[in-house]
């Protein structure tokens, strides 16, 4: 249609956020198609397209993508450059995306701050832990297996906490007592109550995610008890409501691809018929780095 581009996908993006929408977490509209990712070569433009043609490669955020072609709106497709490969930018755009909103959109990371990373070899965590690191803070990270942490070590933590009892009072143990500036929390229910234990008073607990199911709820009282802690509950489509936040922040996450602060992980690839897997592995917990789908 008019202002709208047709992709034909190298790959689509999996996500957390693709297994809430089939389980209900995540109430959907029906008929729907997962997917919120993806990337691969412009097929044909509509009416009013001029800053984009056919070859092209681009990326998006978009619903649907568990597909071979994409259509959508030409003002929310990114060029990429010609150093980032489709697969890779299907991989790593979500998720970049939103480890850029948590280190400079929420509250900007400063140098020397120490922070609490969960699930930091995973899709957003692999790219969370060294654009943290790059930007001088030390990195605290927990995770489940001694095969996570010697990745997570390597991405830039200087200390990984393997197992999740007992997460405060080691933080607090690395910490010198003073607890940590901020926790950036994808776990969710069996972690909640150990990050808001890990902060320092008036530390930030961003929690956004629910990898092992959503938050219980949280009384502000329990945020005085902490000493005057601060909570938030982002959600990366709120960072990018425009074309402008959107270049914004793709622009930095493929200066730190460029750069090489980051890397596009792909811990996983999977036929698009395959997809049932793809989910099944997520959800075990044992993937790492990004997922993707090819069609
Ligand atoms: P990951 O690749 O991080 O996979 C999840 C990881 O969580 C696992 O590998 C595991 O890491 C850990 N984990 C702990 N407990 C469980 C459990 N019970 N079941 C499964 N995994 C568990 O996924 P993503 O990077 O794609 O996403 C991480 C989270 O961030 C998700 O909840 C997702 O929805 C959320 N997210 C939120 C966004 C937002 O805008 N708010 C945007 C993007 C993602 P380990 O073994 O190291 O503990």
Redesign the pocket.
């Known amino acids: 249609g008019p202002g709208e581009v047709t992709v034909r996908q190298s790959a689509a993006g ?4 693709d297994t ?1 929408h089939r389980t209900g977490l995540y109430p959907v509209k029906f008929p729907f198609t997962p997917g919120q990712e993806g990337a691969g070569a412009v097929q044909e433009v509509g009416e009013g397209v001029t800053h984009l043609k056919p070859g092209d490669k681009v990326a998006y955020l978009g619903s649907g993508t568990y597909t071979t072609h994409f259509t959508g709106p030409a003002d929310r497709m990114i060029l990429l450059p010609d150093e980032i490969l489709p697969q890779d930018a299907a991989a790593v755009l ?2 970049g995306l ?1 480890a850029w ?1 948590l280190l400079f959109e929420i509250r900007p990371l400063q140098a020397g701050e120490i922070i609490l990373v ?8 692999s790219l969370l832990v060294p654009w943290a690191a790059s930007l001088g803070a030390r990195v605290i990270a ?4 001694e095969a ?1 942490a010697e990745k997570a070590k390597a991405l830039g933590a200087s200390d990984v906490i393997v197992g ?1 009892e007992g997460v405060a009072a080691k933080v607090k143990e690395l910490t010198g007592g003073r607890g940590v500036d901020v926790a950036y929390d ?3 229910k ?2 909640a109550q150990e990050s808001l234990s890990s902060l320092r008073p008036r530390g930030w607990f961003v929690t ?6 959503p938050v219980d709820p949280i009384p502000p009282g329990r945020l005085t008890q902490g000493g005057s802690l601060i909570m938030t509950r ?4 709120n960072f990018i409501p425009d074309a402008d936040s959107l270049a914004r922040g793709a622009g930095l996450l493929f200066s730190a691809l460029k750069s090489g602060t980051i890397h596009a992980d792909i811990g996983q690839r999977f036929p698009l018929s395959e997809a049932a897997k793809a989910h099944e592995a ?7 780095g ?2 993707v789908l090819v069609p």
């Open positions: 999996l996500n957390f956020i809430y979500l998720k939103t909103a969960w699930a930091p070899v995973g899709g957003v965590g927990v995770t489940s297996t996570k999740y994808s776990v969710g069996i972690s956004y995610g629910n990898a092992s199911g982002p959600s990366l489509f997520i959800e075990s917990g044992t993937t790492t990004a997922t």
